[in-house]
């Protein structure tokens, strides 16, 4: 509960949002377009990227690829420079490592430099070497997670509904992202797919279509100083009430702050 702020629903569920995370910066940083989430059978998750791949050379110090640095190590994040941050907002930071210490079982697949590697840890521990199991043209990362039973002893059954609308906010919020949502569990056989070209105007005709509008157009505008990107979007209707949505680094702020 300490990592994820709790061990029920909302914790099991924010697994996913932290392996997605990862994706979505790296898609942030312009190097993946395609994210695909797979909910199996087994209430097992599949999280898929075109992305350049976790890195898997050996890390100097640890001794050991920087993948399964980045998987065991609380902290470690995603990136090791310390000059590139983690731009979306995850599970306080503590990244995937996290999500590997609360699953029975986590496996990863890199596609990189040519190859395709292969590691398997289970409650957070290393139980294979990294190894390559074959060949490719593309890259990207692929991890498979089962939530540990021990950990969620509420629940470890996905909604479906649940993860639907997270990623349907996260493709609002990054345009040029496609996140693709497929349940393959028995009898609720369900798939989406989240594309929003006009981002956050989307986002806002959504809000809007069934209301009556003042403006048939968004007001929109972005500005980006001092390395700080600003997006708005707005439409004004008839009705004396408003909505308004802040978020931060692709987290919903329901509190506002200076960014509102
Ligand atoms: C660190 C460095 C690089 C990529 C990533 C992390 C990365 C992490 C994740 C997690 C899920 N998908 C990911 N995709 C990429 C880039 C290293 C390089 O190629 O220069």
Redesign the pocket.
């Given at each position: 509960a300490m990592y994820i702020g709790d061990t029920f629903s909302r914790g099991l569920h924010h697994l996913v949002y932290e392996v997605v995370d990862?994706?979505v910066d790296?898609a942030m940083e312009g190097y993946?377009n395609k994210i695909n989430v797979i909910i199996n059978e087994n209430n097992s998750i599949v999280v898929i990227?075109n992305?350049?791949?976790?890195?898997v050379d050996i890390h100097k110090t640890e001794k050991k690829p920087a993948v399964e640095v980045v998987l065991t190590t609380l902290h470690a994040g995603?990136?090791f420079d310390h000059k590139t941050y983690k731009v979306s907002g995850g599970l306080h930071g503590v990244g995937?490592s996290c999500v590997n210490a609360l699953s029975g079982y986590l496996e990863v697949e890199i596609k990189r430099d040519g190859k395709i590697y292969h590691q398997r840890y289970e409650k957070g521990a290393t139980k294979t070497k990294l190894v390559v199991i074959g060949k490719t043209k593309s890259t990207g990362?692929k991890?498979t997670f089962l939530p540990d039973d021990t950990i969620f002893q509420e629940t470890t059954v996905y909604s479906y509904d649940t993860l639907a609308k997270r990623l349907r906010e996260l493709a609002f919020l990054n345009k040029g992202i496609v996140i693709c949502l497929k349940d393959l569990r028995e009898g609720k056989e369900k798939d989406a797919v989240f594309e929003f070209k006009g981002g956050i105007v989307s986002f806002i005709e959504s809000l809007t279509k069934n209301k009556s509008v003042i403006h048939k157009k968004p007001i929109y505008f972005r500005k980006e100083k001092e390395g700080i990107e600003l997006e708005v979007a707005m439409q004004y209707g008839d009705s004396y009430s408003e909505n308004v949505f802040t978020y931060a680094n692709n987290i919903h702020t329901t509190e506002g702050g200076t960014h509102l």
């Open positions: 990862n994706s790296e993946c990227d992305g350049r791949g976790i890195p995603g990136k995937v990362t991890i």
